[in-house]
């Protein structure tokens, strides 16, 4: 474990798990030069924009617990509010472009086009599974940062 993952581990708050990997993917544009607009309010479906070479991409920010099975991280991919006196569950179609998902188990920063991500969940394996499974796996090396930003366009600068 990293040290910045073990750090994350001790926050015991989900409120500032969720602060600190918006702070980890704000970083990770920032540290590529580019620019990252935050919305004025909380009431949005992203937590912010990127600027990549002048196209502006809406993002979701979440957290990937460890999965249930070894080697692989999950994220959830709609958003639960709580009202009145029940759960309102919505997905991100439309409104979103993008999730970038870090991942402390793993100390990995993904970026996942909307399309790519499933309806109420997605996986992401960074390890072979012990059965050998290797038909429709999410591969980690499909999602790494730096390889979905340079698909974008990008010239990352790290």
């Known amino acids: 474990m990293s040290e910045r993952s073990g750090r994350f581990a001790s926050l015991e708050e989900p409120q500032k798990r969720g602060q600190a990997a918006e702070a980890i993917v ?20 992203y937590d912010i924009v990127a600027d990549i070479d002048d196209d502006f991409y809406r993002i979701q920010i979440k957290t990937a617990f460890e999965a249930t099975t070894n080697g692989a991280v999950r994220f959830r991919t709609r958003s639960t509010r709580t009202k009145s006196s029940r759960y309102e569950r919505e997905g991100y179609e439309g409104s979103v472009d993008l999730f970038a998902v870090y991942a402390p188990v793993c100390d990995e920063t993904y970026l996942v086009p909307i399309e790519d991500a499933g309806k109420t969940q997605m996986t992401i394996r960074y390890e072979r599974s012990k059965n050998n499974n290797v038909k429709d796996i999410n591969w980690h090396e499909e999602y790494l940062f730096d390889e979905v930003l340079a698909s974008l366009g990008s010239n990352p600068t790290t």
């Open 26 to 45: 704000k970083s990770e544009f920032v540290s590529c030069g580019i620019p990252v607009l935050v919305p004025a309010y909380d009431n949005e479906p």
